[in-house]
């Protein structure tokens, strides 16, 4: 039967207007207005199908919107993780700056101090044949001074490596023998004999030489911090320290000068 269309045409629960016209015969409906019975069957079966076709859009609607709020998702999580494992990484950093500067402002001054005491004790002992009992004496005092600042850095609370440590640990090392040295040149210089000589002319030699492997130690740990936390744009400490000294003083007599022109 073909009720103007195709009658088998399939529906999505599988059924035919003529399914429907049977199964309407069979429950014994009628209806006032002949070919009503066949019209109203086709309409519902029309009908029937295109709200399958709504449910069926609408349902793929749904799962493509759960899947673009499921990649969403994924997303935010993905960055979620990643800021999560980028922040203690950054952190790190800072707190490694943080400590490179602790590094700066607390060893490298006291260092540099050190090292020109170091330098000024290599220089005096070079030359003490006319040396008294007093100069060896007052020699001592500068070790013990000494060994009291390098004692400052070495319980400094930040270090960079063990290796400058062990540096340090030298500088004393060699400090220490350096004011043994002295501590015996000073007990023969009353000695006459040429052998009590000889041993204190040996004495404050070994004293220089340890104050100069002192001072090589010294360098050799200030060399192991990085070039930025020993210098200052670039230029070096106690250059600076030099340079800017002749600076203010010059400034400080312009200013002397400019003072007595003003009350003349």
Known sequence: MRLGGDAR?????????AH????????????????????????AYKLR??????????????VENELVRATWGLVIATTLLVVAAVVPVLRDAADRRAQRR?????????????????????????????WSAEDIRGQIGRTDHELSMLYRIIT???????????????VRHL???????????VELIDQTSPDDIRARDEALHNARRAYKAALMSIDAATQLLPLKLRTIDGEDFWD????????RESEAERSFISIRRSSL
């Not at 220089?123 to 003490?128: I, P």
Request: glycine share 8%; net charge neutral; aromatic share 8%.
């Open 156 to 170: 400094q609370g930040d270090r960079p490596s063990l290796v400058f440590v062990n540096e340090l640990y030298l």
């Open 240 to 247: 600076r320290i030099n340079r800017v000294s002749g600076d």
């Open 49 to 62: 199908n295109d709200l399958s076709w709504l449910v069926v859009i609408g349902h793929d609607e749904l």
């Open 175 to 185: 400090l220490t023998a350096a004011k043994q040295q002295l501590d015996r040149a």
């Open 102 to 130: 602790r590094i700066s402002a607390g060893l490298v001054p006291d260092m540099i101090i050190l090292r020109s005491r170091l330098a000024a004790a290599c220089d005096n002992l070079a030359d003490t044949r006319s």
């Open 20 to 43: 429907l016209v049977l199964a309407y015969d069979g429950w014994g409906c009628s209806s006032p207005w002949p070919g009503s019975r066949a019209i109203w069957v086709c309409f």
């Open 9 to 17: 045409a399939p529906s999505s629960l599988g059924l035919t207007a």
